[in-house]
């Protein structure tokens, strides 16, 4: 139910993308249906962890394993529909656009999968970190954009500040990634994914700490 659900999604998206990137899009046309798509796939991901995440989490591990068990589904899924979109409008393959595709989709989504940590742990403050880490993920190319323009130096600061809270120019770089030809900026790509997992380890950490003075919690 949940491939079919999400070809259905993805499909439509691939289709949407496509309308927009052509009739709004005057140029690069690549790395605007890739923005798109991209926007249109994190909320999918988000929309899918929330749901998984109303499930009881007595078995933390095991309901966390699912989730990225259905996020790389999601990412598998996306790939495929983009490869197919080439082959039906351009008739051509780029083996190292799909890879990068896919590990951008998958290493991104596991950071937005955190949210099940903070939903068991800080549910109370639930209002908080949506606004604050749901938020600075879905605009983090905004934010980084907004950077070249700032010339006060307070805004910086406190943009430099907040990306040790939400590391969105990880985000966004890994997101960049893909945008170039080959395999240009993927040392920046293989700073910004250990620079996620960090996070990812360091939060699921905090997590879990304020998590066991909650409830119990338990291995299957």
């Not at 933390?60 to 996020?71: F, H, T, V």
């Amino acid at each position: 139910m949940y491939i079919l659900l999400t070809l259905f999604y993805l499909t439509f998206v691939i289709l949407l993308s496509q309308v927009l990137t052509y009739n709004v899009t005057l140029i690069n046309v690549r790395s605007a249906f890739y923005s798109i798509f991209w926007i249109f796939f994190m909320i999918y991901v988000l929309i899918t962890i929330f749901t998984l995440s109303k499930k009881s989490n007595l078995n933390i591990i095991g309901n966390y394993l699912e989730i990225i068990k259905y996020i790389l589904i999601a990412s598998l899924i996306g790939t495929f529909l983009i490869i197919v979109r080439d082959i039906v409008l351009f008739n051509e393959l780029n083996t190292a656009s799909y890879l990068k595709i896919l590990f951008s989709f998958l290493i991104v989504s596991i950071t937005i999968s955190l949210i099940y940590f903070l939903n068991i742990s800080f549910y109370k403050y639930r209002i908080i970190w949506i606004i604050g880490f749901i938020g600075t993920i879905l605009i983090s190319s905004l934010l980084v954009e907004s950077e070249i323009f700032l010339r006060d130096l307070r805004l910086k600061s406190f943009l430099n500040f907040w990306n040790l809270i939400v590391p969105y120019k990880s985000i966004e770089q890994i997101r960049q990634f893909v945008i170039f030809e080959g395999w240009q900026g993927w040392e920046l790509f293989l700073i910004s994914t250990i620079h996620l997992l960090i996070y990812w380890f360091v939060l699921i950490s905090i997590c879990l700490y304020f998590r066991q003075f909650q409830s119990k919690w338990q291995f299957e």
